[in-house]
C-alpha cells in the first residue's frame, strides 16, 4: 500500500492529507501534529481571548476524530516528527502522551510544518509572561495569563499585534503596543497606516511607533519593556514581530530552500527532493503582481497549497499559481485590507511606481449608514497595470479589495478599471464606486 | 466659439456635459433636460417612497444651479428638445416654463435622451390610478398617491417592481406582485429567484408568478389588474415591466440603430453621425462576456459612457469597452448581486455552459454573525471561462459579486478563480470563501 506522511496538522498538512485521500481511495494518509489540535484556526485566537469565541474548540474545523472516521485519515495529534530519513523513507516521531517514539516508512511526504514567531535572543518568548500566539495551546495560555493582568505590552503592530492589542483593550486592560517602524508596515504605506493609528488611538491603545523593543526587565516574570526610547511597566507580553518558516526538518533532509529562507516548491508543490512535497507557512511562492518568490504565510494560501500537494501526491495535476498578499484585518470599528503591492514594495522589486489616496463614500450620498472609506491605488506608469489597493473604512472594505484582487489577478490596467463594471445599489455603492473614482485619479498621474 | 449641446440632463447627460466643460475650458456647453431635475438618482425613488429617504431632493446630486454656477455649464431644465435638424445643425426645443421655442446651433451634439418604461397598449401609465418609476416626478406623484391606497398592484418583478414592492409593503400596504415568468428573469436563473421569492413570502407579499396581466378595469381610476387567471382589486398601480432606448429623436434625424433597437455607437460613443454622440439608456454596447450588443440600461454605465462621450467631444480620446450586467439588488433583507450572463443567457448565445449553485457561509463558522450566502456560477465547457455569477445572502453578497464582475472582466477561467487570492479574516470571509468553493465544484462539472 502507497502511504502518504504528512508532518504537520494545521491548515496545508489537514488540506494535502484530505485532498489526497479523496483523490486516491487506497492511498494510506498518515498526519502527524505535535499539538492537541488539527485543522484549526489560529486567526480566530484573539476572538476568543476577546470572548466572543466562547470555547477553543469553537476554533476547530475538523477533530482528529472526524479525519480518522469519516475521511479514513490516520491521524496523530500530540506526536512531534523528529528527524527523517529522506533515503529509507522514513520518520521518527514521538508520541508526546506515552513519551514514545517510533519509526514510520513513506512513499510520499508533505512538509506542512509551518510558521514559527520571530523571537529574537532578546525578546525571548519562554520568558515567564512573555507569549507568542500560534497554536490554540498558546491562545489559550495568554487567556488564562491576561486574566490577572493589566497592563499588556504588544510588541508587533502587524496583523496578529493589531488584533491581540484590540481583545486585551476589549477586555478593559491598559494595553501599550510597540512597532519600530508604523502600523502595518510590511503590508501598507503610511497613508493607510495612519487611519489605524487614529482608530487605535480612538479606543485608547497606546501605541508607540517608532520605537524599537531592546529587551525586558524581570523579577520572576516579565516586569518591564526596555526600549530605545524608555521604560515601561508591564504585568504580561505578547510578542507578535513576525513569522518565519519552520524548515528545521526540511534543511536536515538537504530539501532546497529559496531566497527567502522559505522551501523552494515548483507549481505542484514539489520540493527538490522526489516525492517530497510542502505545503503552507514553509514554503515560498510567487508574487502575481512582481513575479518574485515571497514569503507570505497566510491561511487561504496554505489551504489552497495543501490542497495542490495533496492531488498531486494522489495522482492528479494540480498547480499553484502564487499569490498576491491580499489580506483583512479589523481594528476596533476601521476594516483595513489590502492586496498586490504597497507603493514601497512597488519601487523596491524595480516598477517605476505612482500611488494615490482619495476619501469617498460606501453608499449613494443619500441612503442612511454610509461610511467614509479611503482608498490607495498603486500603478505601474509604463504598463499603466494596477500594481496594489489598500482600503480603509467601516463598511465596503472587504468586498472592494477583493475586487482589487481579481483585477490584479487579470492584470488589469488602471484604465480597464475606470470602465469595470461594479455594481450599484444604494445600499451599496455609490453610482460613481471609490474604485472607479480613484481609477480615474490615479490615470491621470501616469 | 465651439458649442456641445447635450440633450437629456440624467446620468450620462450631465456626465458628458461636465466631463467635456473639464476637458476643453472654452468649449461652450449647453444641456437641455425636460424635468426640474438634472443630475438626479432615480434608483433612490423606492427610498424615498419607503420614507428613508426624506426629501426628493436628496437624489439630486448636482443642481441646475451647481452646474452653472461652478461647472460653467448653461443648464436649461423644464427644456424639451422638440427636434434636430442635423444638417443645419440646430435643436429647437421647448421652454416648458415659459411655453416658448427655441432654436439651438450646435458644433457637436450628445444624445442621452435615455430610456422610457414599457407601456404596452392595453396597461396604459396614463390612465388614472396607474405609474411608471423613472423621474424624481414620478416619485412624487407615486409618493403621494399611495399615501391614500390600501392594496397595491405592482407589475413586473425585476429591480424596480421589486424595490417598490418592499417600499410600499414598509408603509404596510397590501401588495400584489404580478410576474409573467419568474422573478428577475431577464438576470438570474430560477435558482436565484427562489430565494427572492422566499424573502417577498417572509414579508408578505403576494407574488403572482407566471401569471400574465391582461389589462385594467376603471371606474374613474384603476379598480381591478386582469390577469389570464383572476381579476384583483387594488387601489393603485405601478407598472414596472422594463425599459426601452428613448429613440425618438436619434430617429427622427437618421442616427442607425443597432440590433437591440438602441443607438449604435462605436467605442468612443459616436453614432453614425458625424459630431453626434450617445450615452445612456439610449444606447447599446458590447456583453463582454458573449460579445454581442445589448442593452442594458444601469446608471453607472450610463455615467460612464457620458464621461467617454465628453472627453472625446472635447478633444480627448477615450473608449468605452462595454458592460458586464453586474447589478445589485436588495428585497427586504435579502441582498441580490448578478454579474455575467446567467446560465439561460450564456446558452441563448451558444456556449456549452453549466452551472452549480452551493451554500456557504459569509464569516468564519465560528464569529458571530455570519450568514448563509447561495453562490450560483456560470461556466464554459469547452474554455473552462467564467461565464457569471449571482449570489444572494444577507450580508457578504455585493463585494464577491464585484470581485467576480473584476474575474470576468479579466476574462479568468475557473481553475483561476479556484486559486484566486481573495482575503480572509474571521469578521469578513471564512478561509475557504464561497467563490473559491463554488469554483472547485464547478470545476469538476466541466
Redesign the interface.
Known amino acids: 500500500m502507497t502511504r502518504l506522511v504528512v508532518v504537520g496538522g494545521s491548515?496545508a498538512g489537514m488540506s494535502a492529507a484530505a485532498k489526497a485521500k479523496r483523490v486516491n481511495k487506497k492511498l494510506e494518509v498518515v498526519a502527524f501534529e505535535r499539538s492537541r489540535y488539527v485543522s484549526y484556526?489560529p486567526?480566530?485566537i484573539p476572538?476568543y481571548v476577546e470572548g466572543?469565541?466562547k470555547k477553543l474548540d469553537?476554533?476547530v474545523?475538523y477533530t482528529a476524530e472526524y479525519f480518522r472516521k469519516e475521511r479514513g485519515i490516520d491521524v496523530r495529534s500530540r506526536h512531534e516528527v523528529l528527524d527523517i530519513d529522506a533515503n529509507a523513507k522514513k520518520v521518527v516521531a514521538k508520541d508526546l502522551n506515552k513519551d514514545e517514539v517510533l519509526e514510520m516508512r513513506y512513499d510520499y511526504l508533505v512538509l506542512a510544518t509551518g510558521g514559527k514567531p520571530l523571537t529574537p535572543e532578546t525578546l525571548s518568548a519562554k520568558a515567564d509572561g512573555v507569549y507568542t500566539v500560534r497554536t490554540l495551546e498558546d491562545g489559550e495560555r495568554i487567556n488564562v495569563a491576561c486574566e490577572r493582568a493589566r497592563t499588556i505590552g504588544v510588541i508587533g503592530g502587524g496583523y496578529i499585534g493589531l488584533e491581540m492589542a484590540e481583545a486585551f483593550r476589549l477586555r478593559n486592560k491598559r494595553v501599550l503596543l510597540f512597532q519600530r517602524s508604523f502600523l502595518m508596515s510590511r503590508a501598507v504605506d503610511l497613508e493607510i497606516s495612519k487611519d489605524i493609528e487614529d482608530e487605535l488611538s480612538k479606543h485608547d491603545v497606546t501605541a508607540h511607533l517608532g520605537e524599537a523593543v531592546k529587551g525586558f526587565r524581570f523579577r520572576g516574570k516579565v516586569m518591564h519593556i526596555t526600549t530605545d526610547k524608555g521604560e515601561y511597566p508591564v504585568d504580561m507580553v505578547v510578542l507578535a514581530i513576525g513569522v518565519k518558516p519552520n524548515v528545521d526538518l526540511a534543511g536536515k533532509i538537504g530539501v532546497e530552500l529559496g531566497v527567502t529562507g522559505a522551501i523552494k516548491v515548483n507549481e505542484r508543490m514539489r520540493t527538490s527532493l522526489e516525492n517530497v512535497y510542502a505545503a503552507g507557512d514553509n514554503v515560498e511562492t510567487a508574487h502575481?503582481v512582481s513575479g518574485n518568490p515571497t514569503y507570505l504565510p497566510?491561511?487561504?494560501?496554505a489551504?489552497?497549497m495543501g490542497r495542490v500537494a495533496g492531488d498531486n501526491v494522489a495522482g492528479g495535476s494540480s498547480v499553484?499559481?502564487?499569490?498576491?498578499?491580499?489580506?483583512?484585518?479589523?481594528v476596533f470599528n476601521l476594516?483595513v485590507?489590502r492586496?498586490g503591492l504597497s507603493l514601497r514594495q512597488a519601487r523596491e522589486v524595480g516598477f517605476d511606481a505612482v500611488a494615490m489616496d482619495m476619501k469617498h463614500i460606501s453608499r449613494?450620498?443619500?441612503?442612511?449608514g454610509g461610511e467614509q472609506i479611503h482608498v490607495r491605488l498603486v500603478a505601474d506608469k509604463e504598463s499603466h497595470r494596477l500594481l496594489g489597493g489598500a482600503i480603509t473604512g467601516k463598511e465596503?472594505v472587504?468586498?472592494?479589495?477583493?475586487?482589487?484582487?481579481?483585477?490584479l489577478?487579470?492584470?488589469?490596467t488602471v484604465e480597464?478599471l475606470?470602465?469595470?463594471?461594479?455594481?450599484?445599489?444604494?445600499?451599496?455603492?455609490p453610482?460613481?464606486?471609490g474604485l472607479?473614482v480613484a481609477a480615474n485619479i490615479i490615470k491621470r498621474r501616469l
Open positions: 491548515a484556526a486567526c480566530g476572538y466572543l469565541v469553537d476554533l474545523y502575481l497566510f491561511a487561504p494560501a489551504n489552497k499553484f499559481k502564487g499569490v498576491l498578499g491580499t489580506a483583512f484585518t479589523k476594516h485590507g492586496t449613494s450620498h443619500y441612503y442612511p465596503g472587504a468586498g472592494r479589495v477583493n475586487a482589487l484582487a481579481s483585477a489577478w487579470g492584470r488589469l480597464d475606470t470602465q469595470l463594471d461594479l455594481g450599484y445599489q444604494p445600499v451599496f455603492a453610482v460613481w464606486d472607479i
